[in-house]
């Protein structure tokens, strides 16, 4: 994720902060304060955030217990993010990931239950327990804090709606009877019906950061049901058929200039370079790289110095089904995978390409999304 700085590493995990974190420090030393002063507001939310970091940590231990890589964990304001290679699509291996994060809460939460029974008991005895006892800042006040914390992030968490944990749950639970898509369909509009219902209640009572939530879970859920319809319309699709027929390939001898005049006469922005002597795949050149390498003067420069090298672009097969170079996109960094028949390059596939072949599989009725 762009516009975060990585801070350490758990259980083999990238954590990293997004700079845009630093303003709910800020933010957080100034409201969570009171008479303590900004140190202690800064604590708490800092404290706060440890609880989100550990529920993140429980869905990505339990990812990789299945076998499913874990990019990173991102803290953002709102909240964080644990990236996985890929979504668990068995219900009982997504069930346990989704519960795992609100699990860890629930459990974080039955050990601070009596610790601050305990503390609060000792301060002013059981006739003298008040609100303020736990409101007040000190050790009993930050416990009760995150007590509170846990109990809310579960509670919101599992809340029936993509993306957040209880979505995923119930899709998880309707798999073990249904499809996959099926049980997304049904999970996603069930998740709307509650965003509306949020979105409502948000300004009804105006609470506009309730309401922007409400928005935000209704359109997250339907991208969710958006790219399961297309993962489940392109299994059934062999990657040959999303190839662009193109002649057009590169010579590593060109130089930058050289290509530059050649994009200017052909609709492709990436273009593959190939050895002249045996059709070797060497690498690809962007038109967004060229250009900057012209506006840079490197117009002399060979191609193969600015162009993205083969090692670093996915591989795949011309007979896997497209849905692969699909999920091979999603989780590298290049624009394009690489397509060969045996040893022999064949071409390049897209996101564009992926797009194209679906969308004439809906037109022609073979997918039907169901969602914007």
């Known amino acids: 994720m762009s516009w975060s700085l990585r801070v350490g590493k758990l259980f083999g995990i990238d954590i990293k902060i997004h700079f845009t974190f630093l303003l709910i420090l800020i933010w957080g030393a100034l409201n969570y304060g009171g008479s303590a002063g900004p140190l202690y507001g800064l604590i708490v939310t800092l404290a706060l955030f440890t609880l989100v970091l550990l529920h993140e940590l429980g869905h990505s231990v339990a990812a990789l217990w299945y076998g499913i890589p874990v990019k990173d964990i991102t803290l953002l304001p709102i909240g964080g993010v644990a990236r996985l290679e890929r979504m668990p699509e068995k219900p009982l291996q997504e069930l346990v990931v989704a519960i795992a994060g609100p699990a860890v809460n629930v459990v974080l939460a039955a050990i601070l239950l009596p610790i601050v029974g305990v503390l609060a008991v000792s301060q002013t005895g059981l006739a003298g327990l008040t609100a303020s006892i736990f409101l007040n800042p000190g050790l009993t006040g930050l416990l009760s804090f995150l007590l509170m914390a846990n109990i809310s992030l579960v509670v919101f968490n599992m809340i029936p709606a993509f993306p957040l944990d209880g979505g995923r749950v119930f899709r998880a639970i309707l798999g073990f009877f249904t ?91 990436l273009l593959p370079v190939l050895d002249p002597d045996n059709g070797e795949f060497l690498g690809v050149a962007s038109s967004s790289g060229v250009a900057q390498a012209m506006q840079q003067g490197h117009w002399y420069k060979n191609i193969t110095e600015i162009m993205q090298p083969a090692r670093l672009i996915p591989k795949i097969s011309l007979h896997a089904p497209l849905v692969d170079a699909q999920e091979k996109l999603a989780t590298a960094s290049s624009q394009v995978v690489a397509v060969y028949d045996g040893l022999h390059f064949k071409g390049l596939i897209t996101a564009n390409d992926i797009y194209r072949v679906f969308r004439f599989l809906s037109q022609s009725g073979y997918a039907s999304p169901q969602f914007a």
């Open 179 to 269: 499809t996959y898509q099926n049980a997304t369909n049904i999970a996603v509009q069930v998740g709307r019906v509650f965003a509306i219902l949020m979105g409502f209640v948000g300004l009804f009572y105006g609470q506009i950061f309730l309401a922007l939530i409400a928005f935000f879970i209704y359109l997250a859920g339907g991208q969710e049901g958006q790219a399961v319809a297309i993962k489940s319309a392109l299994r059934n699709v062999k990657t040959a058929e999303a190839l662009t027929s193109t002649d057009v390939a590169l010579s590593p001898y060109a130089t930058v200039g050289q290509v530059a005049s050649m994009m200017l006469s052909t609709p492709y922005p």
